[in-house]
């Protein structure tokens, strides 16, 4: 950094998972967790030796239930905000082919929301710019199908 301090890089995964209507799944953060009752995209930390593809696969069966294939995922984009004790970066998948029902298994709540309607949601500042992003590459994503 500029100033000479460093800050541990946090390696967190998410996914965009998108219905057959085009609503993408949000879940709410619980009580007794950090950023309690913020919405965000399912996902979690990267273990040491785990892939991100890896991780967001074994983050929603753990979280939802569901359970996918690497094949089945999409680089959407990345975020990558500085936190007070840690910086973050995230890369966001798509996928819209999963097996099984979401069920939330952590006391979170869950929303489909369209694509539009992101903005109406309170999310972690890591989460903010994807807001806008997610929208427009879900678009263009469509478009190439």
Not at 22 to 30: A, E, F, Q, Y
Not at 84 to 89: D, I, P, R, S
Not at 101 to 128: F, H, K
Request: charged content about 25%; glycine content about 10%; proline content about 10%.
């Amino acid at each position: 950094m500029a100033d000479g301090t460093t800050k541990p890089v946090v390696l967190v995964v998410a996914c965009a998972l998108i219905d057959v209507e085009g609503r993408l799944l949000l879940t709410k953060r619980p009580e007794g967790k950090a950023l309690t009752g913020l919405w965000e995209f399912p996902g979690g930390k990267v273990e040491p030796g785990e892939t991100p593809e890896h991780a967001i696969i074994r983050e929603l069966e753990e979280e939802l239930g569901i359970t996918m294939s690497v094949a089945g995922l999409t680089p959407l984009t990345f975020a990558s905000y500085p936190y007070t004790e840690f910086h973050l970066l995230m890369p966001v998948f798509g996928c819209r082919r999963w097996q099984g029902t979401v069920v939330p298994r952590e006391g979170q709540a869950v929303a489909w929301v369209g694509p539009n309607a992101l903005s109406g949601y309170a999310m972690p500042p890591a989460d903010e710019p994807l807001k806008e992003t997610l929208p427009r590459l879900l678009k263009l994503w469509r478009e190439e199908r």
